[in-house]
């Protein structure tokens, strides 16, 4: 009977184990300086008590550059920011991993980022001209810009960059972005023109993941590019229209992918997860999602064989507003009535509630 007693406890133990998603993330941006202190007691107090076990920061130009003073935000980041963060993070046993946008997202509405605003030299489009008031669509199909990834002297300052900041918050992982790049291969880029863009973005990635091998750093980069925007009819946003999605199958494996989609819970992580990578599904702000997409994670990895099963990593709830503006909607202080239950606070509740209740962590 004891016995007995102890095989049922184990056995539920195993089943709960089961369940247990390796990452279980969060992405945001990262504070500014003056909000630091409130987003340190945000980590100790919201994610590490719901069991985030992994913070992807984005830190772009926030951060005030030793190589590259140049490249800084106004107001940016001290190092002693970056490592109150750091410190945190290392006590409650959550991985903190950096991110800044590459190839693409080198602007955002009518103005561009430090990068090409610093260097407009290494601009893929440079006949595309920023407009005075920005709207989509638009004659250019500019939504954002890119960088040229074979300009001859990009790469040394984009290391540069990507060394120090995670050298300064002592990753082991890196997250490049590289979502939603439509400017890629153009035909007026002296360098790209003709080129097969899948080659291109591959070769982006390949870049950026054979740097952080040198250190020991794992490469995450967003997936939409490596899906087939027209044959899946997920559109040119969350998938790719410019075929780089064939790109899967030319990058290395041990890339990570975040793979995001906020209005359906589409099966992509299966497609990820049978090409050899690592797969982390992201919703943002409809908890009626983000709850399928935690069910079909648990059911994907209980269900995969053992080659497959450790493809399927886990959740990343994601934040696309400022790190400030998310405290204060997760914390009632400021409120959207429009929004109604449609909120990624409340969906990172939501989220986590269900993954304790799954036994996910
Ligand atoms: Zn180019």
Redesign the pocket.
């Known amino acids: 009977m004891l016995m007995l007693m102890a095989m049922s406890s184990s056995l539920l133990a195993q089943y709960k184990n089961s369940n247990t998603l390796p990452v279980r993330g969060f992405c945001i941006a990262a504070p500014q300086p003056a909000g630091v202190d409130a987003f340190v007691k945000f980590i100790r107090e919201e994610l590490a008590t719901r069991g985030v076990n992994t913070l992807i920061l984005r830190v772009d130009f926030n951060y005030q550059y030793q190589r590259h003073p140049e490249l800084r935000d106004s107001i940016a980041l001290s190092k002693a920011d970056v490592k109150k963060l750091v410190a945190v993070c290392r006590s409650t046993n959550i991985n903190l991993i950096p991110q800044i946008n590459l190839l693409g997202h080198q602007s955002w509405a009518s103005k561009v980022t430090n990068l090409l605003k610093v260097y407009p030299q290494f601009d893929?489009t440079p006949h595309v001209k920023m407009p005075a008031t920005y709207a989509w669509p638009n004659d250019d199909g500019l939504y954002c810009k890119s960088y040229?990834?074979?300009?001859p002297d990009v790469h040394k300052i984009v290391f540069e960059i990507v060394d120090e900041i995670n050298d300064v918050f002592e990753s082991t992982a890196f997250h490049a972005g590289m979502d939603e790049v439509f400017y890629i291969?153009?035909d007026n880029?002296p360098?790209?023109s003709g080129r097969d863009k899948a080659e291109l973005f591959a070769g982006e990635v390949r870049t950026l993941r054979d740097l952080l091998r040198q250190k020991n750093r794992t490469l995450w980069i967003w997936g939409d590019r490596l899906l087939d925007g027209k044959t899946t009819g997920l559109g040119m946003w969350e998938a790719s229209f410019n075929n780089t999605h064939r790109a899967i199958d030319l990058i290395p494996k041990d890339v990570m992918i975040c793979d995001w989609h906020y209005e359906r819970a589409d099966k992509t992580a299966v497609y990820f997860a049978m090409k050899g990578f690592k797969v982390a599904t992201c919703p943002w702000r409809t908890p009626s999602v983000a709850l399928v997409q935690l069910n079909d994670m648990l059911n994907f990895r209980n269900t995969a064989t053992p080659e497959m099963k450790d493809n399927f990593q886990g959740m990343i709830q994601t934040e696309w507003s400022s790190a400030e503006n998310f405290m204060d909607g997760f914390y009632g202080r400021k409120k959207n009535p429009d929004a109604g239950e449609n909120t990624s606070w409340n969906c990172f509740r939501l989220l986590f509630a269900n993954m304790k209740e799954t036994g996910a962590y």
């Open positions: 893929e040229c990834p074979l300009h291969g153009d880029c360098r790209c």
